[in-house]
């Protein structure tokens, strides 16, 4: 059995947003999309890149589910990102609830055709 299975990038650090100011403009300024549990707020950059954070809203259980929910959006993203157009800065919030990969996975990718960010 054979599968198309593309091997995906590295999560490189160019492509985190860190400054608590840039995540706040894009809070602030950035569009929105959301289904259920999760949204993505996203805004064009200057980059040949995108960038991306992932916030987790305040009371988001305890330090291993806060961990556990970043990793599997970071490796929905670093699975997805070759399929997005480039030259974004995205946020990605997730809410408390069924939270595993494979629902990550259908989170993100739906947001991410609902905001126009899919290469065509």
């Known amino acids: 059995m054979e599968t ?6 590295k999560f490189r650090r160019e492509e985190r947003i860190k400054n608590p100011a840039e995540i706040k403009n894009l809070f602030k300024n950035g569009k929105k999309v959301s289904v259920s549990g999760a ?9 040949d890149f995108n960038r991306i954070a992932f916030p987790l809203p305040r009371g988001y259980g305890n330090a291993v589910q806060r961990n556990a929910s970043k990793r599997y959006s970071r490796e929905v993203y670093r699975f997805y990102k070759t399929f997005l157009n480039t030259g974004y800065d995205m946020l990605l919030l997730v809410y408390p609830g069924n939270d595993s990969f494979s629902t990550r996975c259908v989170q993100f990718r739906t947001l991410c055709n609902k905001a126009g960010l899919v290469r065509e």
């Open 4 to 9: 198309d299975f593309v091997m995906a990038g």
């Open 39 to 47: 949204k993505l707020f996203f805004a064009k950059s200057d980059n």
